[in-house]
Nanobody, 124 residues
Framework: QVQLVESGGSLVQAGGSLRLSCAAS????????MGWFRQAPGKLREFVAA????????LYADSVKGRFTISRDNAKNTVYLQMNSLKPEDTAVYYC?????????????????WGQGTQVTVSS
């Protein structure tokens, strides 16, 4: 099993910034992609960003391109999501996820392990 623990969620004003972290522990894979998803009340879970094992491939949802940056530190088994120019519509619970392998999918069904989530609230 893989355990994922997110942190960094908070209440922030529109235009502000937050940095989310997700630390992985437990079973390790030789290569694995990591992703961030979010779910707002009454909405489906949606893709935010993902990164490949070596960090050479990244993928972003159109809604966050240019504002969010995903990165990872494999020595710490941690993935980060730097969120700038936050908008009220970014308000959601943010989840990190892991999938074994080299692909970097945006479909949440392709991820094997999930964290418990961290709340991000952006006030207008």
């Amino acid at each position: 099993q893989v355990q994922l623990v997110e942190s960094g969620g908070s209440l922030v004003q529109a235009g502000g910034s937050l940095r989310l972290s997700c630390a992985a522990s437990g079973r390790t894979f030789s290569t694995y992609a990591m992703g961030w998803f979010r779910q707002a009340p009454g909405k489906l879970r949606e893709f935010v960003a993902a990164i490949s094992w070596r960090g050479t491939n990244t993928l972003y949802a159109d809604s966050v391109k240019g504002r969010f940056t995903i990165s990872r530190d494999n020595a710490k088994n941690t993935v980060y999501l730097q969120m700038n120019s936050l908008k009220p519509e970014d308000t959601a619970v943010y989840y990190c996820a892991v999938r074994e392998g080299i692909l970097v999918p945006s479909n949440p069904a392709n991820y094997n392990y999930w964290g418990q989530g961290t709340q991000v609230t952006v006030s207008s």
